[in-house]
């Protein structure tokens, strides 16, 4: 199976910036879309973006609404990772960040992916 794992997550004040990372061991992510969720407490989760699989479109990105001109999704495939970019954060982007690694692609129901443990990111004054 995937080992997937998050890193990048902090504390930040509100306008502020952070970047998350997604890696693999042991498999290249080349072969899974790459999606990025968030989970706030007393909230359902929320996909905010999502990367293609490198054969399908190198690198074609989608994103939530609520997100769209703020966040971005990149792949470096030498380094085997995956970013999201998150600029102008607010107090609602305040939530566990995860990754999921889909084999069936960005609009898929996720039942086969790969999840990471998530990554905490808080936004506040």
């Known amino acids: 199976q995937v080992q997937i794992e998050e890193s990048g997550g902090g504390s930040v004040q509100p306008g502020g910036s952070l970047r998350l990372s997604c890696t693999a061991s042991?498999?290249?992510?080349?072969?899974?879309?790459i999606g990025w969720f968030r989970q706030a407490p007393g909230k359902e989760r929320e996909r905010v973006a999502c990367?293609?699989?490198?054969?399908?479109?190198?690198?074609?990105?989608y994103y939530g609404d609520s997100v769209k001109g703020r966040f971005t999704i990149s792949r470096d495939i030498a380094k085997n990772t995956v970013y999201l970019q998150m600029n102008s954060l607010k107090d609602e982007d305040t939530a566990v960040y995860y990754c999921?690694?889909?084999?069936?692609?960005?609009?898929?129901?996720?039942?086969?992916?790969?999840w990471g443990q998530g990554t905490q990111v808080t936004v506040s004054s």
């Open positions: 990367i293609s699989r490198v054969s399908s479109s190198d690198g074609a990105a």
């Open positions: 042991g498999y290249t992510l080349d072969y899974y879309a």
């Open positions: 999921a690694a889909d084999p069936n692609g960005c609009y898929s129901d996720q039942r086969l992916a790969y």
